[in-house]
């Protein structure tokens, strides 16, 4: 028996070496690394359904009275059987691809050994069909462990049962009993040992392929990121410029021995060789192209690296995202500083400081309006988060905003501001940027209201014209200069103005006419146009 076990471990080796072999080669390395994706079920199943029938051809030959060694086996005479090192293919094929993979690569491994007789030649069929099922029902056992030491233990288990499992299958089936029982009692335990611990070996090399891939996947969206931060800043420069300096940066941080950029056919960037063998880096957003960079390599087998499809995919992706971004700011005049400095226009802390002052002083003597006011501070705080995060909400969403807004600010002031509404309710569903109307309401009662001794008015008037929907926001106030905005005489003011003007502008272009009407000591009134004829609703 020992010997036996001897020759057993020795052949489960040379699979085990075959395996490691196996993994150093980056296709192979991909498919044994297979975890239930349909497009490489075929991969590998053949490759297990291989290992599986390799380990029937080099098994050993063994009779009741004994065994006898044999680099290889075709054929099993009539009270032959063959100790294997099958199951270890059957098992690894369930643990990692699960029940369908299990079961196919079990038949494959069945039919195989049916085909070389013996006696034992039906429950040696049977088994590896039902050894596949079962590791393929034990893999969600492996999931939360996948890369823990008891991964290994459990692998051990299911091999060690896997292999039991035919064992007895060959006791319940074969005939005559007495020759089945001399025949598992030869080589149940050195075979059931061999196989569990090759599929323990197995899985520890599976689990380092996992873990490499990982590994290289973690390195080269690293790489891929460095680049994409290097190159960030250059986006926001003129396109000629852009490409330029990225050019450069690809040919410094990556194999490429040469690059383009192309527009319509132009070259608007090359530097370095060209050569056959190029990677191309489709730059654009949504239906827009607006060119691509070309990647040339020295060797065929270059660019068909994983830097090429791994680091070159995700640059492709990262400069189309980045040169989305930087069109945005292009096209609506809102870079990141400037979504900041709107933000904090819009959440004034003095207006929040204001609020919870009021709000604590009317803790006391009226509870109940206290907990009013906190509740609408919520809405507003709410709605303007998500506000900021839309680009178009209709014209009611964005009144319902104002009007928690006057009322936190009738809860401070009191009777010294009159509102005036004039709204056409056939208007409401049309949309516009967000965040137009609040501001231009926020800046009448802090730059304009605020500043006079009599009753503050604020009228806001949402009415159907025939080219469009007039919106404008009127107060009494104490005016502006007409050229503040030019001569940053009140900075988060006139940021305000123009940044509304340019997303109207973005929006609906010239038609949106936005004009501001002001006088010092007389007020001021804002408004534009939502054309309707060629807008979406």
């Not at 429950?123 to 939360?144: E, Y």
């Not at 191309?280 to 390599?297: A, C, E, N, Q, T």
């Not at 009777?415 to 967000?434: A, F």
Request: some cysteine.
């Amino acid at each position: 028996m020992l010997y036996l076990l001897a020759d057993l471990v020795e052949r489960v080796g040379f699979l085990i070496a075959m395996a490691f072999l196996f993994s150093r080669q980056q296709k192979l390395r991909h498919f044994m690394h297979y975890q239930g994706e349909n497009q490489n079920l075929l991969y590998f199943i053949v490759l297990f359904s291989f290992f599986s029938i390799l380990g029937t051809y080099s098994g050993i030959p063994v009779s009741d009275i004994g065994y006898h060694e044999t680099p290889w086996i075709s054929q099993v005479s009539g009270w032959e059987a063959i100790a294997t090192a099958r199951t270890i293919g059957i098992v690894i094929a369930g643990l990692f691809g699960g029940v369908r993979a299990g079961l196919i690569v079990g038949i494959i491994a069945g039919i195989h050994r049916y085909t070389m007789g013996g006696f034992v030649a039906i429950p040696c069929m049977i088994a590896p069909i039902l050894q596949g099922i079962f590791a393929g029902l034990m893999k969600n056992s492996l999931k939360k462990r996948y890369r823990h030491i008891s991964s290994i233990q459990v692998a051990f288990l299911v091999g060690f049962a896997a292999e039991t499992l035919q064992m007895l299958l060959i006791l319940l089936m074969a005939h005559p009993f007495e020759k089945a029982l001399s025949l598992v009692l030869l080589i149940g335990v050195p075979q059931i040992f061999s196989n569990s611990l090759g599929v323990a070996s197995f899985f520890v090399i599976l689990i380092q392929v996992a873990l490499e891939e990982e590994r290289i996947g973690a390195h080269h969206a690293q790489k891929a990121l460095q680049i994409a931060e290097m190159t960030l800043s250059f986006w926001r420069k003129p396109l000629h410029e852009a490409v330029q300096k990225i050019g450069h940066a690809l040919i410094r941080e990556t194999e490429a021995i040469g690059v383009t950029f192309q527009q319509d056919g132009k070259v608007l960037f090359q530097k370095g060789a060209i050569t056959p063998y190029g990677v191309d880096l489709p730059i654009g957003y949504s239906s827009h192209k607006i060119g691509f960079f070309r990647m040339f390599y020295g060797r065929a087998q270059d660019h068909q690296t994983a830097e090429a499809t791994v680091i070159l995919k995700g640059l492709s992706q990262l400069f189309s995202q980045q040169y989305a971004l930087s069109e945005a700011e292009r096209q609506t005049h809102l870079a990141t500083n400037a979504e900041i400095k709107a933000l904090q226009a819009q959440m004034d802390p003095h207006f929040l400081f204001n609020m919870l002052n009021t709000i604590k002083s009317l803790i006391r003597t009226s509870p109940d309006e206290s907990r009013q006011l906190i509740t609408q501070l919520a809405k507003y705080l709410r709605k303007n988060m998500q506000n900021v995060n839309q680009d178009l909400i209709t014209i009611k969403e964005e009144l319902d905003h104002v009007e928690i807004y006057l009322k936190l600010v009738k809860a401070r002031v009191g009777e010294r501001l009159h509102i005036e509404w004039n709204l056409d309710k056939e208007s409401l569903d049309y949309t516009i940027p967000s965040l137009t109307i609040q501001p231009l309401v926020e800046n009448s009662i802090i730059h304009g209201i605020r500043y006079i001794s009599n009753h503050g008015l604020l009228k806001i008037s949402v009415i159907k014209i025939n080219n469009g929907i007039h919106i404008s926001v009127q107060d009494n106030g104490g005016g502006m200069e007409p050229n503040f905005v030019h001569e940053k005489k009140e900075e988060h003011l006139g940021f305000a103005l123009s940044n509304i003007q340019q997303r109207l502008l973005y929006h609906f272009g010239e038609k949106s006419n936005f004009t501001i009407e002001t006088h010092k000591g007389e007020g001021t009134i804002v408004s534009f146009i939502r054309p309707i004829e060629e807008n979406v609703h």
